[in-house]
């Protein structure tokens, strides 16, 4: 399974493959620039003091994919990008490999180094992909993760629904 | 994602946490219904998902997200007609 879809100067994709980094830099090399930044978001063994055996990703796909290009057009438009690409990876990712890859470029490396993070932090706050982290051993269940409280999703933590909209509204007028 | 709900339907998409406590990705529940009985009506099929799942969960209408009437931020109560496809949303966990 593999999906995408591109704009001017953006490319964003969710696969149930392996994340190929060479391939997304090459969809954002110019003539024009003089840095490509890029980020890989690997899977981490722990959370909190617990060990991680492995992780799986889900999607919304139609509407994951029209937030990540609408967050690359977002960044792109405000550092003057010569191109920004987003993959993010789907199912079951062993730990240690790479679930989230975005590259960027620009004619100078502050400003790709910036939307880099801007593009990642978006991303994570925006996304509709979610994680499920199972534990080693069996008496501990598995959860699925929520970035915003660095909690587990949907179990009554963090902020009610109200305040996430308004948070969302923000977001989308950023 | 999902192929067409039956005539007289819309499909309701159950995302992580959602999913969990349904134990189903999809269902198809009898349209039209407005959108402020839409998480009583859930309530009246899954016990307690509002307070374990809805409250922090987010809700789009056909891809696109919808303020749910009754909050401060409700705006208009909105029918969910058939054919259409809703999904709750909870905290996404991206990256």
Known sequence: MEASQSGEGCYVALTLAHLDIPSLMDRVRSPEAGAIVIFAGTTRNSFASLPVSHLSYTSYPPLALRSMLAICEEVRNRHALKGVAMAHRLGDVPIGEESIVIAVSAAHRGAAWRAGEEALEAAKARVEVWKREEFEGEEVEGVWRANRDGGPGGRGRGQGRVGTQRQRQRFERW | ?95
Do not use: C, W
């Open chain 2, 1 to 95: 994602m999902a192929s067409k709900p039956p005539k007289g339907h819309f499909h309701v998409l159950y995302f992580a946490a959602a999913g969990s406590y349904t134990s189903k990705q999809v269902e198809a529940l009898p349209a039209p219904l407005p959108l402020s009985k839409l998480f009583a009506t859930l309530e009246g099929r899954y016990d307690g998902i509002t307070a374990g799942v809805l409250e922090n969960s987010l809700v789009t209408i056909n891809l696109a997200y919808v303020d749910l009437p009754g909050t401060s931020e409700g705006g208009e109560d909105v029918m969910i007609e058939e054919g259409d496809e809703v999904a709750i949303i909870p905290p996404v966990s991206s990256g």
